[in-house]
């Protein structure tokens, strides 16, 4: 994603960084990301896209919402690709996408509440589901594959409670991990029916804490599957992710995706920083 730092996006606008900053405070646009050092990072489409508005001559508001409505027309194109059962035009879709935000929020506001609206016109159990969820594992499997390696040395045991790919839960799950990897996070997801050598798994990679994602999977089995890895490397933290609080556990991450990708690694820090008990028995 091309992206502007604060003096350059001002310069762009032709405004004052003072005056860019509170767009951003009383607007929420353009969002910008911060960069490792805290410092503002504007996408540059976004940007653009504003400047196109405010050439019109319309007010600060009726730029924003034109600006807002010229980026919001990329969800409407990917959902149009994938009831086409086009990959090309999907993949073009958010490539265009990537280009206006980061990956996060692009996966956030564009690609899994287009899933969410395939799913909404067509059910879960239609060929338009099961090609766009086939189209958005390939893409965020991609998107895994092109993500620096982990930075840090904190590691994540995932496990995958979701039924197969045709689950909604499983572009959530699969957009968790991306989140993370992009964190510096290290991340080892494996299906939570596997139980069988869990323990060895746990043993090469050292995670600090398990995640248990989808709700796929009985308590039983997932009881099973967090005291082998107990067994194997100690009491560890137990989180849920898109699967409802139970007598296993009750410690729930938030349902947004980067929210609960912010509140692991929150749980990762602190689980480094000191030794843990396990959250939840």
């Known amino acids: 994603m091309h992206c502007l730092k604060t003096t350059e996006a001002a310069a762009l606008l032709d405004v004052a960084p003072s005056t860019l900053r509170a767009w951003e405070r009383r607007f ?9 050092g805290g410092h503002r990072a504007y996408a540059h489409a976004e940007v653009a896209a504003l400047r196109t508005a405010l050439r019109d ?7 924003v919402m034109r600006a807002r409505a010229m980026v919001a027309a990329d969800s409407d194109s990917l959902v149009r690709a994938l009831s086409a059962y086009d990959r090309e035009r999907a993949d073009r879709a958010m490539e265009t996408v990537v280009a206006l935000r980061s990956v996060e929020r692009g996966v956030e506001e564009v690609l899994l509440p287009s899933l969410e609206m395939v799913v909404a016109r067509n059910g879960v159990e239609s060929a338009g589901w099961a090609f766009s969820a086939r189209w958005a594992a390939d893409w965020l499997r991609r998107a895994t594959r092109l993500t620096q390696p982990p930075a840090s040395r904190v590691a994540v045991m995932l496990g995958d409670a979701s039924r197969d790919e045709l689950d909604l839960d499983a572009p959530y799950i699969r957009a968790l991990e991306v989140f993370c990897m992009r964190a510096g996070i290290k991340v080892v997801r ?36 967090a005291q082998l890895i107990a067994r194997s490397v100690g009491p560890l933290p137990l989180v849920l992710y898109r699967r409802a609080p139970t007598r296993l556990c009750s410690n729930a991450l938030p349902p947004a995706t980067s929210e609960a ?20 028995r």
């Open 28 to 36: 929420g646009f353009p969002m910008p990301q911060r960069s490792p």
């Open 57 to 63: 001559g319309v007010s600060v508001a009726a730029a």
């Open 190 to 225: 494996l299906s939570a029916w596997a139980v069988t050598g869990i323990g060895d798994v746990a043993a090469v990679h050292r995670p600090n804490l398990i995640v248990l994602a989808g709700g796929q999977v009985d308590d039983d089995i997932v009881a099973c599957w």
């Open 261 to 280: 990708q912010q509140r692991l690694v929150e749980l990762a820090d602190a689980a480094t920083a000191a030794p843990v008990r396990q959250l939840a």
